[in-house]
T-cell receptor, first 119, second 113 residues
Framework: GAGVSQSPSNKVTEKGKDVELRCDPI?????LYWYRQRLGQGLEFLIY????????KSGLPSDRFSAERTGESVSTLTIQRTQQEDSAVYLC?????????????????FGPGTRLLVL | AQSVTQPDIHITVSEGASLELRCNYS??????LFWYVQSPGQGLQLLLK??????LVQGIKGFEAEFKRSQSSFNLRKPSVHWSDAAEYFC???????????FGDGTTLTVKP
């Protein structure tokens, strides 16, 4: 079956412009996560969607960042008025979700990421 | 607050040699621990995870990790490294739902022929 897909794979934009990054999770996965990975660093949690519950936005670094998810499918991460420090790889992951009987930490399946460069 | 330290930024080993990647964590309760691998141009893949029970966890690709509560460590090991193991490895600690995981900065593994 298809894995998590993300588009675009690469995005170059000018400072001050808005960008939209897309994530298509694995079909049937109710949980979806966005992470940011700066060069040479680990993953930084941004936001988490679980079914129809309110998303956990605790990791969003500023109000320029927002994300939406349509039901239990595609998600879009939007960065407004981009800054050079936003340059990073943005990773999306999905998992089956808490709605099921979870006996152990869920395995997240990651997409290949979108590499964003803000000039 | 939870945190993860991977003390080695870069490790080089010869093909066929053994490997140990270090991970130290800080967490207020019993941690849930993960190791991920990120190969060039590919997404992260879960190697193994520790939830409870046996402190020696077996993962994919011949990797294993041992949870040592007294040392707050969760080191990753492989007895014989293959050239295809060259990648970046991330240790993470988190809650039941790994969406709240905290990741280390990663260790880059280079494999010499």
């Amino acid at each position: 079956g298809a894995g998590v897909s993300q588009s675009p794979s690469n995005k170059v934009t000018e400072k001050g412009k808005d960008v939209e990054l897309r994530c298509d999770p694995i079909s049937g996965h109710t949980a979806l996560y966005w992470y940011r990975q700066r060069l040479g660093q680990g993953l930084e949690f941004l936001i988490y969607f679980q079914g129809n519950s309110a998303p956990d936005k605790s990791g969003l670094p500023s109000d320029r960042f927002s994300a939406e998810r349509t039901g239990e499918s595609v998600s879009t991460l939007t960065i407004q008025r981009t800054q050079q420090e936003d340059s990073a790889v943005y990773l999306c992951a999905s998992s089956l979700g808490r709605g099921r009987l979870v006996r152990s930490p869920e395995t997240q399946y990651f997409g290949p990421g979108t590499r964003l460069l803000v000039l | 607050a939870q945190s993860v330290t991977q003390p080695d930024i870069h490790i080089t080993v010869s093909e066929g040699a053994s490997l140990e990647l270090r991970c130290n964590y800080s967490y207020g309760a019993t941690p849930y621990l993960f190791w991920y691998v990120q190969s060039p141009g590919q997404g992260l893949q879960l190697l193994l995870k520790y939830f409870s029970g046996d402190t020696l966890v077996q993962g994919i690709k011949g990797f294993e990790a041992e949870f040592k509560r007294s040392q707050s460590s969760f080191n990753l090991r492989k007895p014989s490294v293959h050239w295809s193991d060259a990648a970046e490895y991330f240790c993470a600690v988190g809650a039941t739902n790994a969406g709240k995981s905290t990741f280390g900065d990663g260790t880059t593994l280079t494999v010499k022929p």
